[in-house]
């Protein structure tokens, strides 16, 4: 099974970050994995996204047109990847800073509040790991083991006691994300 994958928002919000778990916890499980970023020249605020390919097979590009999965959290990347989900394919995306209403009838679509739980629950720092456990309940492409392997590989050892704040926001994530019916 291959999954193609794109991530994006605003620089800071931690869509480079969660890209690279995702590839590491991919590699953990032994598939094969492609990492991609692309930023502009500001490291915060301006917008950021990461193409992620997990797969059983060899992967001949990173070079996408078109997902199988797209994690959109604010409404610039929105108006440019909305239209790149596959048919069938499937767009998770967090409504703050979502202004106008989603149009795919063709693709499966979930909501998740993952900054609003992240402020109420004084989780700011771990709001990707919220978003990507909703990801995990919906596409369990990789276990919670092997994302927990490869944050770890991604953290720098400083950082290593916010490792059970993660594993906490990644389990809310999984609670919190919903179907939205058009």
Known sequence: MTYEIIIAG???QGVLSMG??????GLMEGKEVSWMPSYGPEQRGGTAN????ISDERISSPV???YDIAIILNQPSMDKFESK???GGILIYDDYGIQKPLTRKDIDIYRINAM???NALDMQKTFNMLVLGGLLKIVPLVTLENVMKGLKKTLPERHYST???NEEAIR????IIQRVEL
């Open 20 to 25: 690279k778990i995702l590839a590491y916890s």
């Open 116 to 118: 609003d739980t992240a």
């Open 64 to 66: 996408l047109n078109e």
């Open 172 to 175: 809310k994530g999984i609670e």
């Open 10 to 12: 605003f620089g800071g």
């Open 163 to 165: 490792l059970p704040a």
């Open 50 to 53: 990461v193409t992620v390919i």
């Open 85 to 87: 989900v596959k048919k």
